[in-house]
């Protein structure tokens, strides 16, 4: 096998979450972490791809080799994505708010006795996969990640036509699952094949198994 088999490919990762801000001191967001997207990041480094990997907050180190660019909400995100491309792959783990608050304060939202608490009017955020799915520079490989909590693999099924990726890796976000921020993750991977279920594994490992899947699917195009 090469030892670097992604040599001269471009991989575009995001990861994270969003922080949609309600005003300077609070913001919208969820307990995405970024460690399964960038370990993903960093096993692509190692497979020799450049890797820019597009984050949203989190509390970890860049991945050894790797481009991050950081960004807070879902707009910024995107328009990093954008000027990112071209890319061979791209690989959406992020956890974006789907909503953000039509009109962020940008004075500090004041609690006062007397008056009822605030409404926050929300908007729809862009869906990121989506647009590079149906981008003019689409990646040749575009691969979302589908965050459920009922019947999962029919949900990301659906989630895969709607949004227009290649490969759909579905996880079970339900409460009791450490899905969301922890070390391990099980996960079914979708294509136009159908739907490959994969054991509970830590999410390098995950991650290792992922990119040798992409490996192949690359190595297999060869000359198309
Ligand atoms: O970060 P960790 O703590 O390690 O947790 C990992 C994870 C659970 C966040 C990750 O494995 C995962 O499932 N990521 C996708 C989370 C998500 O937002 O799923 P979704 O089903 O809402 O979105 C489907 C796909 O569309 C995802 O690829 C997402 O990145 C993308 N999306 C969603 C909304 C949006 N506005 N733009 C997008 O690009």
Redesign the pocket.
Known sequence: LPKQPLKGRHVLV????TREPIDPVRAITN???????YAIAEVLAEAGARVTLVSGPTALPAPPGCTRIDVET?REMLAACESALPADAAI???????WRVREASATKLKKRPDASPPTLTLEA??????TLAAHIERPSLVI?????TGDVVREATA?RAR?GCDW??A?D?SPGTT????AR?QVDVIDENGCEVWPELD?HAVARRLVARMVEWFASRKGQ
């Open positions: 995001t990861a994270g979450p307990h995405s972490s970024g460690r399964q997207g879902a959406c783990v992020a956890a974006v708010a789907d955020n862009p869906d990121i996969l989506a979302g990640f589908a965050a459920e989630k949004k759909i890796v996880n976000v899905t969301f921020g922890g993750n999410k």
